[in-house]
């Protein structure tokens, strides 16, 4: 299920992502979400809605680092 904005993302993301993070969480997840509808376009068998979290998190990663006091910031 796509989310309509960045606070409709699950509370585990919601809860330790700072507000631009949410927003790549959401469009990142939003895009897989379309991207991997199809069972075959998918790896194994992961379901549509756990490619989709899973390209998120990539995508956070890809801007943000979890630093040592457990918070995620801007990578450099």
């Known amino acids: 299920m796509p989310y309509d904005n960045r606070d409709d993302i ?6 330790v992502l700072p507000p631009h993070a949410r927003t790549i969480y959401k469009d990142a997840f939003n895009s897989a ?3 991997y509808k199809k069972p075959e376009d998918r790896r194994g068998d992961s379901s ?3 490619v989709a979290h899973a ?15 457990g918070k995620w910031h801007p990578k450099d």
């Open 48 to 50: 549509r809605e756990e």
């Open 10 to 15: 699950p509370d585990s993301a919601r809860k």
């Open 55 to 69: 390209v998120a998190w990539k995508a956070v990663e890809g801007k943000y680092a979890k630093g040592d006091d």
């Open 33 to 35: 979400w379309e991207e």
